[in-house]
């Protein structure tokens, strides 16, 4: 076998094996769970409450991205709720660490923004935060100013016994089998998700440019 070919059938193992691990972990998906979200989420729409977004990395990425998405149906919608995407505003993060340190970034902001309990945190995260593993401590002191002001909070995590997911209202895991393929696969799965949300009839009041 040439390097061309040893190289060429190792892509396609891979390949498939992501893809196999993918389509696993979607069809474990808890639908009702993702039903009772996309409730929530209109709920906090029609009540004109704030709906923030948290996530690290690439899923800090998503949540730029699904901030973006919904904080266009809120605007169609007519109603006054903020959808937000924590840590967006890039001086803010960096006056926050320097001045408290980087696992305040998201918390302070929550202050800064008067969260209350009407309101609703959503939390984008692989592992969902450890303390032991020094890991998402934004995330998890985000969830635990949440839960001490009794703001409902949801989490897409990829482990179940990530602090997130052990400290949220609602919790959707996913279900990725080759701990190889947890993070590709859990981030995909969360793009996955809210484009599926902007499609619910509850939660999309026009149809695409598209």
């Not at 949440?146 to 959707?172: E, W």
Request: one cysteine or more.
């Amino acid at each position: 076998m040439t390097v061309s070919e040893k190289s060429n059938s190792l892509f396609i193992k891979n390949f498939n094996d992501y893809i196999s691990n993918l389509q696993e972990a979607l069809g474990l998906l808890p639908l009702k769970d993702v039903n009772n979200l996309a409730d929530l989420i209109y709920s906090s729409i029609i009540s004109s409450n704030s709906i923030f977004i948290a996530g690290n990395g690439g899923s800090f990425a998503n949540s730029m991205h699904i901030a973006a998405d919904f904080s266009n149906t809120l605007h169609l919608l007519g109603q006054s709720s903020r959808f937000l995407s924590l840590g967006s505003n890039p001086a803010q993060i960096t006056a926050t660490a320097n001045d408290h340190g980087l696992k305040k970034i998201f918390v302070n902001y929550l202050k800064v923004s008067k969260l209350n309990k009407k309101d609703l945190i959503l939390i984008f995260s692989v592992g969902g935060g450890n303390y032991k593993r020094k890991s998402s401590l934004p995330i998890i002191e985000a969830v635990k100013y949440a839960k001490k002001i009794n703001c409902p909070i949801v989490s897409l995590t990829g482990k179940k016994n990530g602090y997130a997911s052990k400290n949220s209202n609602l919790s959707i895991t996913f279900k990725v089998k080759d701990k190889f393929f947890l993070t590709p696969v859990s981030e995909t799965l969360q793009s996955f998700l809210w484009h599926y949300l902007v499609t619910d009839p509850r939660l999309q009041v026009t149809k695409t440019f598209w």
